[in-house]
T-cell receptor, first 120, second 115 residues
Framework: GAVVSQHPSRVICKSGTSVKIECRSL??????MFWYRQFPKKSLMLMAT?????????EQGVEKDKFLINHASLTLSTLTVTSAHPEDSSFYIC????????????????FGPGTRLTVL | GDSVTQMEGPVTLSEEAFLTINCTYT??????LFWYVQYPGEGLQLLLK?????DKGSNKGFEATYRKETTSFHLEKGSVQVSDSAVYFC??????????????FGTGTRLTIIP
C-alpha cells in the first residue's frame, strides 16, 4: 500500500516552454502533498506544501508564479514549471501524506519516484 | 530552526561489514525521526522511523534508536549486502506544527558495498 506515482519520469523541453508534472496517490487519499527539488548529490529542498482544495504554501525563495501547484483532488497534485529555463533543470519529487488536515493519521510521507526535468 | 546533520559520504564498505551512519538533529518541538533510502534511479523509500525517545525503528536488518539525550538517530546494520548500496537520508518531522508537519532532510550519505 501507500504507492505514489509521478508522470512523466523524464522530460526534456526547450527554454521558454511550460512543463506539467503529475503526482498521484494510487491506493490512498492524500490530503497533503509536498513538492521537493533535489539537486545533484544534494538533499531534498521542500518547495511547497499542497492541501487538497486550497492554495499551496510555498517555501521562502520559491517563486509561486513560476512553479504553479494545483491539488484539485485527494489523489492528484500537479506542478507546472512555467517558462522553464536551463537553471530549472533538476529532479522534482512529490510526496503524499494520509489523514485529514486536523487529524493526520501519520506523519509519514510516501514519495513518488521523481521526474527528471532537462531544459535545453 | 530545525536541522539534520548526517555524516558526509561517500561510504564504501566490503560485503558483510558493520555499518553505522551518524545522524544528529536540532528541533524546537518533539520530532519524529526517519531514515529514507534512495536506490539508483528510484525515488525515496521509507526505511524506518521512530516517534518518541528510546523508540527503535527497524527494517531489513537496519536499526536506529531515537536518543533524545544526544539528539541522535544513528543508522546501523550488522552485515551489509551489495544490494544495500544506495543513498541514505536522515530526516525529522517536527510535530510542534501539528497538522502542518514538514520533513527536514539531511544531505544524504552515499553507501557503496563492494563484493
Amino acid at each position: 500500500g501507500a504507492v505514489v506515482s509521478q508522470h512523466p519520469s523524464r522530460v526534456i523541453c526547450k527554454s521558454g516552454t511550460s512543463v506539467k508534472i503529475e503526482c498521484r496517490s494510487l491506493d490512498f487519499q492524500a490530503t497533503t502533498m509536498f513538492w521537493y527539488r533535489q539537486f545533484p548529490k544534494k538533499s531534498l529542498m521542500l518547495m511547497a506544501t499542497s492541501n487538497e482544495g486550497s492554495k499551496a504554501t510555498y517555501e521562502q525563495g520559491v517563486e509561486k508564479d513560476k512553479f504553479l501547484i494545483n491539488h484539485a483532488s485527494l489523489t492528484l497534485s500537479t506542478l507546472t514549471v512555467t517558462s522553464a529555463h536551463p537553471e530549472d533543470s533538476s529532479f522534482y519529487i512529490c510526496s503524499a501524506r494520509t489523514g485529514t488536515i486536523t487529524h493526520p493519521s501519520t506523519d509519514t510521507q510516501y514519495f513518488g519516484p521523481g521526474t527528471r526535468l532537462t531544459v535545453l | 530552526g530545525d536541522s539534520v546533520t548526517q555524516m558526509e559520504g561517500p561510504v564504501t564498505l566490503s560485503e558483510e561489514a558493520f555499518l553505522t551512519i551518524n545522524c544528529t538533529y536540532t528541533a524546537t518541538g518533539y520530532p519524529s525521526l526517519f531514515w529514507y533510502v534512495q536506490y539508483p534511479g528510484e525515488g525515496l523509500q521509507l526505511l524506518l522511523k521512530a516517534t518518541k525517545a528510546d523508540d527503535k525503528g527497524s527494517n531489513k536488518g537496519f536499526e536506529a534508536t531515537y536518543r533524545k539525550e544526544t539528539t541522535s538517530f544513528h543508522l546501523e546494520k550488522g552485515s551489509v549486502q551489495v544490494s544495500d548500496s544506495a543513498v541514505y537520508f536522515c530526516a525529522l518531522s517536527d510535530r510542534a506544527n501539528f497538522g502542518n508537519e514538514k520533513l527536514t532532510f539531511g544531505t544524504g550519505t552515499r553507501l557503496t558495498i563492494i563484493p
